[in-house]
């Protein structure tokens, strides 16, 4: 009787302990309440009146420290540092996709996985789960506004490899044998998600174009004479123009370009720029990937994703 009642004490205190040293399951969160402190994250029109225009910036304080890596990469490297590519493509779709659709980048994610960023990662490759960070805070992407909100990261996760052909497109560092940033290749998988028209060219009169149809263009400035950032080089994206300037987003914030010694870039706001069409060539605009809005049929018989994941649908309109 004693041993039986033994067993039964012992057995409750496991019980207890198993809960007493358990680690606490993640925090979630709802992604609107995450991002209540960017500042940065906005609208923004244009001096000649031209937008709205959706604006990120990789270095916000909301996401500037989180790892953007592939799996098993030899180093951690911050978002902050190197997530110019998918900030300036975030913005680029971000003001040219309804926001309702903007979750039909659930329905590329690779098999079994999901668009799930955290407060230490984009991907789930490098999530802590708790264990380093307290308030470590993972979520779901799910809804086109919870894309809208985290697009750069989401864009970012697309690129480590979570894609239906699981190529990856952040290059590893120069230090370990690779080009560093991300490769433009990351466009093209993106554009076909969206339906949205884009080619590349280097020809600067070509973007014009492009810009009166609605459009949007992103621009590799590059070589030496190139003032945004160091030698890997940096993408901005060109948002509108007038007769003597062009308006420019760039997604890395900063209080000024020190390698601008000549007085080329006008700051007008936190990441907005406007920059003289003649001093283009000089700031190391180089090769340009034109965007241009999807045929107007295009999303009218698409339906509204309730769970891009599962492909369920919320609303079917009629075609």
Not at 116 to 121: A, D, E, F, V
Not at 271 to 290: D, M, N, Q
């Amino acid at each position: 009787m004693k041993k039986t009642r033994c067993l039964h004490i012992a057995a409750l205190l496991l019980v207890i302990m198993s809960f007493i040293f358990v680690p606490p399951a993640p925090a979630y969160t709802e992604i609107s309440r995450l991002f209540e402190s960017s500042t940065l994250q906005r609208l923004v029109y244009m001096p000649n009146g031209a937008g709205p225009f959706r604006y990120y910036a990789q270095n916000d304080p909301v996401w500037d420290r989180l790892v953007y890596e592939v799996y098993n990469s030899p180093t951690q490297r911050p978002f902050g540092d190197g997530g110019c590519n998918p900030t300036a493509l975030a913005m680029v779709v971000a003001s040219l996709v309804p926001v309702e659709h903007l979750n039909l980048l659930g329905m590329s994610a690779a098999p079994g996985r999901t668009y799930t960023p955290c407060t230490c990662s984009v991907n789930t490759h490098y999530c802590h789960m708790g264990r380093k960070d307290p308030t470590h805070m993972p979520f779901t992407l799910i809804s086109g506004e919870d894309f809208m909100n985290a697009l750069p990261l989401a864009f970012a996760d697309f690129a480590t490899g979570n894609n239906s052909d699981r190529q990856r497109h952040r290059l590893q560092s120069i230090s370990h044998g690779g080009n560093g940033g991300t490769s433009k290749t990351l466009f093209d998988p993106i554009a076909k998600i969206y339906g949205l028209p884009l080619r590349t060219t280097r020809d600067m009169n070509e973007i014009y174009g492009a810009l009166d149809r609605g459009g949007m263009v992103i621009a590799l400035c590059s070589g030496k004479s190139q003032i945004f950032s160091g030698t890997n080089g940096h993408y901005v994206v060109i948002a509108s123009y007038d007769d003597n300037s062009l308006y420019v987003m760039d997604p890395f914030v900063r209080d000024t370009y020190k390698k601008d010694r000549r007085g080329l870039i006008e700051k007008l706001d936190d990441g907005i720029l406007r920059v003289k069409r003649s001093s283009a060539s000089t700031l190391g605009f180089g090769t340009f990937a034109l965007f241009e809005p999807a045929p107007e049929a295009y999303y009218a018989g698409y339906p509204i994703l309730l769970n891009p994941y599962t492909r369920e649908i919320a609303i079917t309109r009629a075609p």
